[in-house]
């Protein structure tokens, strides 16, 4: 059973930086696919970042295509989302999810292991 696990979030002016990192634990961490969902107050779950199994195809929502970058370190279990330019709208609880030998993607369904999630707050 692989376990993810978040960290990385807090509060940050508008414009400023963030790293996120969602650390595996378990079976074969090496095999999956990872990616980075966020949801906002009344808003539905949606997919930010994503990076496949093999680490050749990654994805991002257009949102925030230009100012955030995902990355892997498989030495260390650990996927990034480094988060730059942040807007207001970027306030979200994010959540790392993975997928066992996964092509990645932005749609939530594939995803079976999610993480508790992590509180990113941008202010104006």
């Known amino acids: 059973q692989l376990q993810v696990v978040e960290s990385g979030g807090g509060l940050v002016q508008a414009g400023g930086s963030l790293r996120l990192s969602c650390t595996a634990s378990?079976?074969?961490?090496?095999?999956?696919?990872y990616a980075w969902f966020r949801e906002a107050p009344g808003k539905e779950r949606e997919g930010v970042s994503s990076?496949?199994?093999?680490?050749?195809?990654?994805s991002y929502a257009d949102s925030v295509k230009g100012r955030f970058t995902i990355s892997r370190d498989k030495d260390k279990n650990t996927v990034y989302l480094q988060m730059n330019n942040l807007k207001p709208e970027d306030s979200a609880v994010y959540y790392c999810?993975?997928?066992?030998?996964?092509?990645?993607?932005?749609?939530?369904?594939?995803?079976?292991?999610w993480g508790q999630g992590t509180q990113v707050t941008v202010s104006s």
């Open positions: 990076i496949s199994s093999r680490g050749d195809a990654i």
């Open positions: 378990g079976v074969t961490p090496y095999y999956y696919a």
């Open positions: 999810a993975a997928e066992y030998l996964g092509p990645g993607g932005l749609a939530i369904q594939p995803y079976d292991t």
